[in-house]
């Protein structure tokens, strides 16, 4: 390894970095580095997340392996940006941009796939706006569990290589332990990625932004539209491009798919920003999120949502609203004339709420072990969520219950209207041509027993913040990654909170 924290290395370990965001507009990213801390260390490494990356790192005890993913050093090939974007944050359009976050490049991993590689505490940027572009160990750690969680949930999501302790403190609302996070993403390009450049560019830079985005996320729309078409609509100025309609669509499809699966497991983002709505699909910025225990459709965690604009019944409408930005956004590609594109953009935007409801019963109905969903279903799911609310029922451990026949254990079972409930369910059962056996296991792969409950990752983080003891950190991680999975040991984790317990808050900043 060079001796000199800002050089590439030169040694060979799996490292394939490109750097195709730099063919766009320089108005989009500014050339940064990272910010050098004084005393690296790796805490915590997603080795399975390494291999597929095709990274092949010899020895993380090594200072020189805790360099790079602080970004003392950087890796062969890095050419490292922050990237800027635009977000309505709470309804409000503001400038933003990546604060403390430096992407070192794409890596290309043995299968061909593209992933961004960014870390997260990196140092100031251009857009931090007076922050000191650090990040703390907490929040850090809480992203690192939060994250892989929903993987292991099949949940799309950024992921987590590294964390890394920095041997410095920052100031926060008092004195913590600084951390460098290794981010993994399919791509960091945002529903406010393309506000910023629709408010600040031009629309050439908006169609060579569209384009990339399409190239790199969704190329099969490129083989299925008749590029030649679509140039001569453009001259005529009277047909809709169909490339970005479809585009569109894919947008809307994904996130109606997203956001479907977190109403599916209780999962609350927080701040459900459009600076947060990445146009891949998955689910990124970990900071006020957290998993319901008791099901209140109400709920909320963020600090500052004192309205509950991001409580967990909001988030299919807020959802569909950002995408609503993210199609005024892309008008001038749609349509020569802005009315027409108008109207183009909310008839395409009304599928959202139907591939959301579509998405949401089909994975309900796993949860009941219901293989085909009939008509009167929703009927059977809305009442037993109703009687969830009224009972203060935790949410995962209800559907638990259900999936292992243990509904006895629990307290709503004493509800008459849940025994009634509890007969027409099994009625709808036996209707169906597949055994009791295929249906335990269709509910038991939908039903997840352990989730990151935030009582439990609290009390592994204090324990690696306040005495550095990462045991727990790593038991957490262990069990999340194996959600399914029916053991004595990980009983402990399926266990809600006791009422002694404070109501959990997160804060953003994180």
Known sequence: MSDDPRKPSTKEEGWNLKAGYLQLPTKLFSKVRPGPVKDPKIVIYNKELENSLGIKIQDLDKRESASIFSGNELPKGA????????????????????????????????????YDIQLKGAG???????????????????????????????????????????????LREKRLPGAVLTRVAASHIRVGTFEYIRQFGNVEELKALADYTIQRHFPHILKESNQDSIEDQEQAGLQINTKYVKFFDEVVDRQA?????????????????????????????????AFMNTYDPE???????????YAYKNQPGIGQWNLARFGESLLPLIHKDPSQGVKIIEKHLQKFATQYHEYWLEGMGKKLGIFQIAAKDEELMDQLLQIMKEEKSDFTNTFVALSYGKEKELSINENQEFVN??????????????????????????????????HQVEKAIHAAVDNSDYREVRKLIEVLQNPYRESEENEAYQKPPGPSEKPYVTYCGT
């Open 299 to 309: 709920t909320v965690f963020s600090s500052i949502d004192r309205g509950g604009r």
């Open 79 to 114: 050419q490292p940006i922050a990237q800027a974007y635009a977000g309505h944050q709470f309804g409000h359009f503001t400038v933003l941009g990546d604060g403390r976050a430096i992407i070192l490049g794409e890596q290309i991993t043995p299968r061909g796939e593209r």
């Open 421 to 454: 409930w509890h007969n027409k369910w099994q009625k709808r059962l036996k209707e169906q041509k597949e055994s009791k056996e295929e249906v335990e296991k269709l509910m038991r792969g939908s039903n997840p027993l352990v989730i990151p409950r935030n």
């Open 124 to 170: 100031p940027t251009p857009y931090s706006r007076r922050g000191d572009g650090r990040a703390a160990l907490g929040p850090m750690l809480r992203e690192y569990m939060i994250s892989e969680a929903m993987y292991a949930l099949g949940i799309p999501s950024t992921r987590a290589l590294a964390v890394v302790s920095t041997g410095e403190r920052i």
């Open 257 to 289: 798919s997203l956001i479907a699966k977190w109403q599916l497991v209780g999962f609350i983002h927080g701040v459900m920003n459009t600076d947060n709505m990445a146009i891949s699909g998955e689910t990124i910025d970990y900071g006020p999120c």
